[in-house]
């Protein structure tokens, strides 16, 4: 099941909240991942991991207007 990036923004916070540092790095990924696709034009309602296996990373997302 996918998640959105408003999921993805929850699931960081979560993790942050952890006490193991494994869960923190988990956390930022998932943060970053969702400021750059928010930067490119998603809503918090798009899908985070249908863009990750079309594109492969975050980074190669094209901006949202550009992929519509």
Request: net charge negative; glycine share 4%; aromatic share 8%.
């Amino acid at each position: 099941m996918a998640v959105t990036i408003l999921e993805a923004l929850q699931n960081a916070e979560f993790n942050f909240k952890s006490n193991n540092s494994f869960s923190r790095a988990v956390g930022m990924e998932q943060l970053n991942n969702a400021i750059m696709l928010l930067d490119k034009g998603y809503s918090i309602h798009d899908e985070v991991e249908p863009l990750l296996e079309k594109y492969g990373d975050v980074e190669n997302v094209s901006n949202k207007e550009e992929s519509s």
